[in-house]
Structure formats: structure tokens, C-alpha cells
């Protein structure tokens, strides 16, 4: 086909028949291998493709150039057969190139006027990712009681597919989609009653799905809600950095900075060496001097008289408290940068 020659001595080296025993009307030749498991059906794929006509080398159809590619579910968005019956035997990772026959590409009538009738099309197809979403499609078409009767595993696996999904939203950053995919994790994992030795796993999961949240809520700003779902985390795990962080991030965007401090110096108790968060509480000493600077200005220009020393001068002889906030952060920092520092020469001098 055109200059998709498989290979540099023409010879045919399509190495599976996927079609009937008689009509090889679909062939595939690897050409990178994947790894794990095949694409299971009903799954939901993330591919890039590109289709070919014969002696054209230019592809009648692609979406390599796309910025993000959306996910395609298995039995409904895919409309050539002989793709989905590739789609099936491939690996997460692997690329290949496919030869339909026309009974399995665009039928003898073609789609005029791109493509003549009776067309045979060349495929090259590398699959990005998939997610198997068969179980929990069938999870959530079950009535209430009948969830209820599902094994703990098989709930556990339908709440991380359905992370697994906000998570691909959240990358393209579709933060409404993901959040609806996160609260359907977070309402199935709230409802589940486990034993106690079996509780550890399900709180895990909570944890990971309120962080999702958490971190939803500040791309969408809303800050008092990603504080709530990061307070609940912390319901679960007290010493949780993350979450620790992500409240102090609500707490900042809230503009309440002493509660942001300490969510901050509780997160770098846990993580000294965390750059997100010594740079959170960096950033945190700069807006709290600007906003206390702003603060007294307009307290300045409302109470002072009129002929009195300029706003800025006045700036100078106000209250202790704020430049106290302001000084152990400063000097916190430093400490950071400087716990930093000997440790690196430390382990240095160690060989380590």
C-alpha cells in the first residue's frame, strides 16, 4: 500500500490473520511490542491512528496531531470492525500496523468521497492505554441491594477504575468530568461496610480519592471545598503530607495564612526536604507581607489626618503581631534552605 511496504524487499511479512480462516480479511504485523495484559472487552482505549489509502502516503484520516485524545469505548465509538478486532489483541504500548479488507474497513460502497468502494485501508495503530470498565459497568446498572452483594475486592477494583477515569480527565483538564468520576469512587467507598481487618484497605482508598478531590476543587477554585475533602483525609491519616498540603494550599487561596502556616510546618515536619512545600512556604511569607502591607495602608488613608506623613511612612510604626507571623516564616525558610544544605554536605562527605 503505497509507502507502507511492510518490507524493503516487498515481501509480506503480516504475521496474524485476524479475520475468518478463508478471507484474511484482516491482517497485523508488530511493530513494537507491548506489555501486560490484551485490551479486554468493553474496554475503554486511548489510541493513536493513522489510516491509509493504497499508493497514497499521506493518511485519509489521523489523530496524531491532536493535543489531547479522548478515550473510546469498545462496542460504541469505534466504527470500523476490523479495528475493533485488532484493538483486541493488542498491549498496552504497542504499536501496529493493520491491513483491512474492505468487509472490515468501509464496505463496497466506500464513504465517498474520500474513500472508493471496495477499498482495502491500511491502519497503524499504537495503543496508548485502556482501561477495563466492563465490571464497573456492570456495577453501577445493579440496583442498591444488589451492589451490596458484590465482594469487597470487586467493589475496591470499581472504585480505583472509576479513579482511574478522573485521573485521565484530570491530565486533559476536564476538572468537572473528573470530579463527577471521583465523587462516583467517593459515594461507593463511603457505603461500604467492611471488618475491621479489611477497613485499612477501604480507608486507603477513601484517602486517595479525597486527595483527588481535594486537588480538583483548587483547579476549579473552590478552595472551601478542596479544604473539607482534604480535612477528611486527614481524618484518616493525621501525618498525611499531601493532604497536609493540600489544605494548606486551600487555606492560602482562602487567604487564611496562619492556618496555612501550620498545615504547611506540620506537612515539613513529615517531608523536611520537599521542595513543593518549602516553596509553598516561601511563597506564603511573600503574600502575607503584601497583604499586611495593603491592609495597613487602607487602615492608614481611612484613620490617619490628612496632613500627616505619607501612608507608606506609616507603614513603618504599626502593630508587632503580623511582622512576628512574618519573621518565623522567614526565618523557618532559611532553616529549610539550610537543613538543606548540611544534610547535602553530610552525605558528601559520607560518600553517600
Known amino acids: 500500500l503505497g509507502g507502507h511496504s511492510p518490507t524493503p524487499s516487498g515481501r509480506s511479512c503480516w504475521g496474524l490473520n485476524l479475520g475468518t480462516s478463508t478471507n484474511h480479511g484482516v491482517l497485523k504485523e508488530i511493530i513494537r511490542a507491548g506489555s501486560g495484559e490484551t485490551v479486554p472487552p468493553d474496554a475503554s482505549i486511548l489510541v493513536k491512528f493513522s489510516g491509509y489509502l493504497e499508493h497514497m502516503d499521506r493518511p485519509f484520516d489521523t489523530n496524531c496531531y491532536r493535543r489531547n ?16 478486532i485488532g484493538l483486541l489483541t493488542m498491549k498496552k504500548g504497542e504499536l501496529a500496523r493493520f491491513l483491512f479488507k474492505p468487509r472490515y474497513a468501509f464496505g ?7 474513500i472508493p468502494p471496495n477499498a482495502t485501508v491500511l491502519f497503524e495503530i499504537e495503543l496508548l492505554d485502556f482501561l477495563d470498565s466492563a465490571e464497573s459497568d456492570e456495577f453501577f446498572n445493579l440496583t442498591p441491594e444488589q451492589q451490596a452483594q458484590f465482594p469487597l475486592q470487586k467493589v475496591l477494583k470499581v472504585a480505583e477504575t472509576e479513579r482511574e477515569f478522573g485521573n485521565y480527565l484530570f491530565r486533559q483538564e476536564h476538572f468537572m468530568d473528573a470530579r463527577e468520576r471521583y465523587k462516583r469512587a467517593s459515594s461507593l467507598l463511603l457505603r461500604v461496610n467492611a471488618e475491621e481487618a479489611e477497613q485499612v484497605r477501604v480507608d486507603a482508598a477513601k484517602i486517595l ?11 476549579l477554585e473552590q478552595p472551601a471545598r478542596a479544604l473539607a475533602y482534604g480535612e477528611k483525609a486527614l481524618k484518616l491519616d493525621e501525618k498525611n503530607a499531601k493532604a497536609l498540603f493540600r489544605c494548606a494550599q486551600a487555606c492560602f487561596s482562602l487567604a487564611e495564612y496562619e492556618r496555612a502556616r501550620d498545615f504547611l510546618v506540620k506537612a515539613q515536619k513529615q517531608q523536611p526536604f520537599n521542595h513543593c512545600i518549602n516553596n509553598e512556604l516561601k511563597k506564603l511569607a511573600s503574600c502575607y ?3 499586611m502591607l495593603k491592609e495597613k495602608e487602607m487602615c492608614c488613608r481611612m484613620f490617619g489626618p490628612r496632613n500627616s506623613p505619607s501612608a507608606g511612612e506609616n507603614l513603618k510604626v504599626t502593630g508587632s503581631e503580623p ?9 523557618l525558610s532559611s532553616l529549610l534552605v539550610l537543613s538543606e544544605d548540611c544534610s547535602r554536605s553530610m552525605y558528601e562527605q559520607q560518600g553517600i
Do not use: Q, W
Not at 485524545?69 to 475493533?84: A, S, Y
Not at 463496497?108 to 474520500?114: D, E, I, K
Open 209 to 219: 480519592v479525597f486527595l483527588n478531590l481535594s486537588f480538583t476543587y483548587l483547579k
Open 323 to 331: 511582622l512576628l507571623f512574618l519573621s518565623f516564616i522567614l526565618v
Open 108 to 114: 463496497a460502497a466506500g464513504c465517498p468521497p474520500l
Open 289 to 291: 507581607r503584601n497583604y
Open 69 to 84: 485524545h479522548r478515550l473510546m469505548k469498545l462496542g460504541e465509538d469505534i466504527t470500523l470492525g476490523g479495528m475493533e
